[in-house]
């Protein structure tokens, strides 16, 4: 099933496949890379274990309490460019199964780029409660009580000071002999923050990556950089959708509430705010972009299909109201509804009512839409609505947190009995949000990424660089600076890139032992 929260809290934008349930959208994660299989050398011609090999380190199921004992955390390693006395890039992709990231081992990322240039080794690890990754074998609600932003940063931390990494000496490497290097991106960009903020110290130097710094619960500013940079015509006849629809609504107009859904398919949809969501997941298809993005993908169909009549292209202000409802309603029912449900039905496939199904009972783990909802019902929000009066909606104003707190008791009733408020206030107190400051960590951003607005960069804040908290920004889309490619084909991308390498170099250079 394809779930409206976590379309409001996953991303579909690397799940390509029409598969009903795994339409992941909208979640601050990376794009996977997997490296090749095989063994590979190192530059003097030494063999080195395939990347794909998976390792164990026994991590602590509860920081505050190690006498519950320890659990089976993966992680993967390449020590291709590694010579002694270099640095450990050490990086969690996040909110994912890791075992699609390897490719973050490798010099087609900024992880590889760094361990190349600095003669480096380069670890992944798997974040718990997500991939194989699991303290217990379920993720109920009493499993993932030990699901916290704390318990993730002490995972880092822990393993970077226990681990005996399986390398020529990689007993030898820990913090106080070895700098280490923590590297994030999204989600994880945020955590390589408030690890630094929280247990300074440990990584000598930190890469964030759009970095979700700032926890926020209405974060209807998800949809600004969209709005900003989609095609103009494409925007302004989203907009008189949007407004239509928050129209009829406001009048109760059910007859032609359901005349508009009918248009989309989508009149067995029981709920208009259900209707509302799906909606959105057109909007979510602008996070699978990048630099080198053809004109084929989804995002792109779905304009041309609003824009392009007759074999011409709307002026700026679009084609108008009936036509984009005529437009968009066809999109979803000659090509998109098939990409997002297949062949299920439009209530069990976008209905969010129905508490029964598996989508919200199953504690089955290796499940990431459930390990994210946890956190994000608990600490993060982020919650993708519609917009204050007063801005640009491309998205339903029906649409507000309490449309998805409400769906927290859906998933996890033994936890929340009414709907509840992340604690957002508490997690931006505790790791200092947008007010982080640290020594020696990179912050890289991208003018044209949904999350850009919880980063350092975000319109709402002016936060300075400088040069031992540097803050650059890109032209690119979400995490964009992360794959050597987007350098490329991007100067303004090559710019950070190159930029990051700069003060990694110019840091290890000053880097002493502790011991």
């Given at each position: 099933m394809v779930r409206p929260f976590v379309v409001a809290a996953l991303l579909a934008a690397y799940a390509l496949a029409a598969v009903p349930g795994a339409m992941l959208r909208g979640i601050p994660a990376l794009p996977?890379?997997?490296?090749?299989?095989?063994?590979?050398?190192?530059?003097?011609?030494?063999?080195?274990?395939?990347?794909?090999?998976?390792?164990?380190?026994?991590?602590?199921?509860?920081?505050?309490?190690?006498?519950?004992?320890?659990?089976?955390?993966?992680?993967?390693?390449?020590?291709?460019?590694y010579k002694p006395g270099g640095p450990i890039i050490?990086?969690?992709?996040?909110?994912?199964?890791?075992?699609?990231?390897?490719?973050?081992?490798?010099?087609?990322?900024?992880?590889?780029?760094?361990?190349?240039?600095?003669?480096?080794?380069?670890?992944?690890?798997?974040?718990?409660?997500?991939?194989?990754?699991?303290?217990?074998?379920?993720?109920?609600?009493?499993?993932?009580?030990?699901?916290?932003?704390?318990?993730?940063?002490?995972?880092?931390?822990?393993?970077?000071?226990q681990a005996n990494l399986p390398m020529p000496g990689g007993d030898d490497v820990k913090p106080n002999t070895t700098p280490w290097i923590l590297v994030g991106g999204s989600y994880s960009g945020a955590l390589t923050s408030w690890t630094m903020v929280n247990q300074p110290g440990i990584f000598y130097a930190g890469y964030s990556s759009s970095g979700v710094v700032e926890a926020i619960t209405d974060y209807w500013a998800y949809f600004k950089p969209i709005q900003e940079y989609m095609p103009q015509n494409c925007s302004a006849d989203v907009q008189s959708v949007i407004a239509y629809l928050d129209g009829l609504y406001a009048a109760n107009d059910t007859h032609g509430l359901q005349e508009l859904k009918s248009a989309f398919g989508l009149g067995g949809?029981?709920?208009?705010?259900?209707?509302?969501?799906?909606?959105?997941?057109?909007?979510?298809?602008?996070?699978?972009?990048?630099?080198?993005?053809?004109p084929g993908a989804?995002?792109?169909?779905?304009?041309?299909?609003?824009?392009?009549?007759?074999?011409?292209?709307?002026?700026?202000?679009?084609?108008?109201?009936?036509?984009?409802?005529?437009?968009?309603?066809?999109?979803?029912?000659?090509?998109?509804?098939?990409?997002?449900?297949?062949?299920?039905?439009?209530?069990?496939?976008?209905?969010?009512?129905?508490t029964s199904q598996s989508y919200w009972t199953s504690t089955a783990v290796n499940n990431n839409a459930r390990s994210w909802t946890w956190m994000v019902c608990n600490q993060v929000g982020y919650y993708q609505d519609g917009p204050p009066?007063?801005?640009?909606?491309?998205?339903?104003?029906?649409?507000?947190p309490e449309y998805f707190e409400r769906q927290c008791v859906n998933m996890f009733p033994q936890k929340f009995s009414s709907p509840p408020q992340p604690a957002v206030v508490q997690v931006?107190?505790?790791?200092?949000?947008?007010?982080?400051?640290?020594?020696?960590?990179?912050?890289?951003?991208?003018?044209?990424?949904?999350?850009?607005?919880?980063?350092?960069?975000?319109?709402?804040?002016?936060?300075?660089?400088?040069?031992?908290?540097?803050?650059?920004?890109?032209?690119?889309?979400h995490c964009s600076d992360m794959i050597t490619e987007n350098g490329v084909v991007d100067a303004t991308i090559a710019n950070v890139q190159s930029a990051a390498l700069g003060y990694m170099k110019t840091w290890l250079a000053g880097w002493t032992p502790s011991t």
């Open positions: 996977p890379i997997s490296a090749p299989e095989g063994p590979r050398t190192t530059p003097n011609g030494t063999a080195v274990p395939s990347i794909d090999t998976v390792y164990i380190f026994n991590q602590l199921i509860d920081h505050t309490n190690p006498g519950l004992g320890t659990f089976q955390q993966r992680y993967w390693m390449s020590w291709e460019y050490f990086m969690t992709p996040g909110e994912v199964n890791a075992q699609d990231y390897t490719g973050y081992l490798t010099n087609a990322t900024i992880n590889g780029l760094i361990a190349q240039q600095q003669n480096g080794a380069a670890v992944i690890i798997e974040h718990r409660f997500f991939g194989l990754s699991n303290p217990y074998p379920n993720l109920s609600s009493q499993s993932l009580a030990v699901l916290t932003i704390q318990q993730a940063i002490d995972d880092l931390v822990y393993f970077s000071q949809l029981s709920h208009i705010d259900d209707f509302a969501n799906a909606l959105e997941n057109n909007l979510f298809d602008w996070q699978a972009l990048q630099p080198d993005t053809g989804m995002f792109f169909q779905f304009c041309d299909a609003i824009e392009v009549k007759n074999g011409q292209i709307a002026g700026p202000s679009g084609w108008g109201l009936e036509n984009a409802i005529q437009a968009w309603g066809g999109f979803w029912n000659s090509t998109y509804y098939q990409y997002v449900c297949g062949d299920i039905d439009a209530e069990t496939c976008l209905g969010t009512y129905n009066v007063g801005q640009p909606a491309i998205v339903s104003r029906i649409l507000t931006d107190e505790d790791y200092e949000g947008w007010g982080v400051e640290v020594d020696r960590l990179f912050f890289a951003n991208g003018q044209r990424d949904p999350w850009r607005e919880a980063t350092v960069s975000s319109d709402f804040i002016y936060k300075a660089s400088t040069d031992t908290q540097p803050i650059y920004v890109g032209d690119g889309f």
